[in-house]
Every structure is written in C-alpha cells, then in structure tokens.
C-alpha cells in the first residue's frame, strides 16, 4: 500500500450520531479515526465537498432501513487529493488531484464517513482525475449532480434532435441537465423553469426557452417536448407536457411520484465523470456555484440549512477543509 507519510491517524469532521434535522443533530468532533481503505479503495485528503439533498434526506431518516450504522459523518460529492492508495488500485497513484460521489448506491449503505471530514476513502471505480481547467472548489459540485443529469437522461433515451423541459433549471442537477442536453446529448430545444431572477441564468446554460413559474404554468404551454426531467417534485404536472410518446423522468421519489413518471436514482461511476471530460476541460458544461459558496467548513450547518431553503443556485460547496 503506496501512501504519504505525515498522515495523522484522527480528523476533523462533521458527525451525527441520531436521525433528525441536520442544523439540530450536526456536530463537529476533533477526533475522528481516518477510515482504513480496502484494497479497491483510495484515501483522499478532501480540499472541497459538495453539499446534496440526499444527504439532509439520509440524516432525516429517509431511507434508514437501508443505512450504514450511526454515527455518521455525511457528505457524497468530494474533490482532493490522493493520499493512499490500495493494493489493487491501477487508475491513481499518491498525489493524484481526483474527485467523485463517494457513495455507489446513494440509498443503499452508503459510506459512514462521507466527504465532510479531513479525510473520506473511495473505490477507484467511483472517482476520476479532476478537470485541469476546474479548481478543487469547481470541481467538488459536479459529480452527483452532473452524473445524475447524464444517466437520467440516458435513461430515457434522450438524444440528438430531441426537445427537453427542465423542472428547475437553476438548481444544482438542473443547472447541469441543460448543458449535458445541449452539449452532450444534442437537444434540438430546451425549455426550463425558474423564478423570475434566474431565467438569465438559464439562458446563459442554454436554455432556448426560460420559464419563470411564478407566472406561467408550465403544464398549460401549447408546445410540448419529447422529455420532461422532474427535479423539483411536480411529476403530475409535468406529465401534461410531454408529448403522446413522451417520457418523463424523475429524481425527486419521497413523496412516491406519479406511476406513469420513470423515477431515477443515479449510480455514482468515475467512467461517466471521463467521459464528460473533454465536455468540462473545454468549457462548454461548466459547474454552477451558488454566489454564497464555498462556505467555510465551520459553517457546514448553515450550509445545510441554506440549502433546504430550496432557493440555491447550482451548487453549495464548502471550503477550505478544515
């Protein structure tokens, strides 16, 4: 096993030990063991993390049947730094820059030492080397959310010529479904919603046509589009806006969505963050941080609670560590 010297054996992070609210049950502990790494596994000296809905949603309980044991120390998107590596490891070697959604299933045991920490290991598998053009901080929003975009819309056989709506543009899986439907896949048309202050936004993504949803009802435009991608838990609605053969798809599952909507749940997957590569190292997708981020780590559970607001753009990303 290849590894830095110099890598103390306890950390800071971020821990709960109960279920409940994040901004109640969160609480930064000193002396946390760095994890030990199987021998797929890299450790990683984390420089930024990503906040995601799952994780308040993981913290509330929502899917505890299926959760790694308590205490946990949340956090899925990370971007750092190679530190040790496994014996099976091929792809990276000590001092790799990498970044990756630690957590393979989100749902199902993930990971009890997550991102928000000093310190979090992950399989090879499941990371890849970061965008040279991308900074740590960049870098950390991407991977949940950008791989979210690309396999929703694979899954629904999304492709060149095709017409999308976006429920929720600006948000952090939204902000990334527009780019990878135009750049990636090839969108003939992109509509999306938002408020009234963020349909700039979603025209400089690439949206043909921004929807501000406090004044007009999506559901009720003569035009209708080939995919409806739901990220924002209006499935009902928006299945009046696909076309006869239309599909939609959706990642927001509690409450259940409606049975005719497919409901989606990534798989985290370094090969697709390689694949999206030379779409990022080009500047064509690029990551969207909320104008709050990054946060520095001592306020991680401010962060939380600015995220539950609903009212992020793009990303929260907390930095530096610690």
Same mark, same amino acid.
């Given at each position: 096993m290849a590894s830095t010297p110099s890598i103390p054996s306890h950390m800071k992070a971020w821990v709960y030990s109960e279920y409940g609210n994040t901004e109640e049950i969160l609480k930064f502990d000193p002396n946390v #063991? &760095? #994890? $030990? &790494? !199987?021998e797929d596994q890299v450790l990683i000296k984390v420089v930024a993390a990503a906040l995601n809905p799952v994780d308040y949603k993981r913290a509330l309980g929502y899917f505890k049947n299926n959760d790694s044991p @308590? #205490?946990?120390v949340p956090g899925y998107d990370v971007a750092g730094v190679v530190v040790r590596v496994g014996s099976h490891v091929r792809k990276f070697k000590v001092g790799d820059e990498v970044y990756g959604d630690i957590n393979e299933h989100a749902t199902n045991s993930p990971k009890t030492i997550g991102s928000l920490a000093e310190y979090t290991a992950a399989e090879e598998k499941l990371l890849a080397h970061k965008p040279s053009n991308l900074s740590f901080i960049e870098a950390a929003g991407l991977p949940l959310a950008i791989i979210t975009a690309y396999q929703g819309l694979e899954r629904v056989e999304f492709s060149a010529g095709k017409s999308i709506l976006v429920l929720g543009g600006a948000g952090g899986v939204g902000s990334l479904i527009i780019q990878v439907a135009k750049?990636?896949? *090839? +969108?003939s048309r992109i509509a999306a919603t938002s408020s009234t202050a963020k349909l700039e936004l979603l025209r400089n993504l690439g949206a043909d @046509? #921004? &929807?501000d949803y406090t004044k007009e009802n999506f559901e009720e435009l003569a035009e209708k589009f080939d995919v409806v991608y739901d990220t924002v838990g209006q499935s009902e609605k928006a299945l009046k806006a696909v076309k006869e053969s239309g599909k939609v798809v959706t990642i927001v599952l509690v409450p259940l969505p409606t049975p005719s909507a497919i409901p989606f749940i990534l798989t985290s $997957? *370094? +090969?697709v963050l390689e !694949? @999206?590569?030379p779409h990022l190292e080009s500047g064509k997708v690029k990551p969207v941080l909320d104008p709050k981020s990054p946060s520095p780590f001592s306020h991680t559970a401010e962060a939380f609670a600015y995220l539950k607001t609903e009212r992020a753009i793009g990303k929260v990303v907390i930095h530096p560590i610690p």
């Open positions: #063991p &760095i #994890p $030990d &790494i !199987k @308590l #205490p946990t750049h990636v896949f *090839g +969108a @046509l #921004p &929807i $997957d *370094g +090969a !694949k @999206l590569q």
